[in-house]
């Protein structure tokens, strides 16, 4: 096994997990690719099918992923805020997706994070409603 494949099985899993199916060829096309200036890429779509099994056993079977959308959009509801807001929390949380936050913190955190800061950065943090539905829910606005 080498992390080539690792890494070839998991896109390819990963596509089909988040219901964007690619083509094994096309991976197999892409990492090839990818990696012709730096040893190639020498495995063809049945390895990534028959790694597919072990990376899916390791994994046991568990391919259930949580995105932190649904909780933010559930608590911008409970909040009454203006679509401005909302969709600048949105956008905070895609930003999340170009770091590790989503491997380190549970998805309701990262929602709850780029809410506040959203809130913040508007301006809006100052009203009551706001402070007594964060103070709820035990969130400090000091940190």
């Known amino acids: 096994m080498t992390p080539n494949l690792v890494v070839a099985t998991c896109l390819y899993l990963a596509?089909?997990?988040?219901?964007?199916?690619h083509h094994i060829k096309s991976v197999v096309s892409e990492m090839k690719s990818?990696?012709?200036h730096s040893g190639g890429f020498c495995f063809e779509?049945?390895?990534i099918a028959e790694f597919e099994y072990y990376l899916l056993e390791d994994l046991n079977f568990n391919t259930i992923?949580?995105?932190?959308?649904?909780?933010?959009?559930?608590?911008?509801?409970s909040l009454q805020l203006e679509?401005?807001?909302?969709?600048?929390?949105?956008?905070?949380?895609n930003d999340t997706y170009n770091?590790?936050?989503l491997l380190n913190f549970a998805p309701h955190l990262i929602?709850?994070?780029s809410l506040k800061i959203a809130i913040v950065v508007n301006k809006k943090h100052e009203s009551i409603t706001v402070k007594k539905w964060f103070q709820n829910i035990n969130v400090d606005w000091s940190q």
Request: hydrophobic share 40%; aromatic share 10%.
């Open 15 to 21: 596509t089909k997990i988040e219901e964007s199916p």
């Open 99 to 101: 770091s590790d936050l």
């Open 65 to 77: 992923l949580f995105h932190p959308y649904r909780s933010l959009l559930k608590f911008t509801k």
């Open 83 to 93: 679509e401005k807001i909302t969709e600048e929390a949105w956008a905070i949380t």
């Open 111 to 113: 929602a709850l994070a």
């Open 45 to 47: 779509a049945q390895d």
């Open 34 to 36: 990818a990696l012709k």
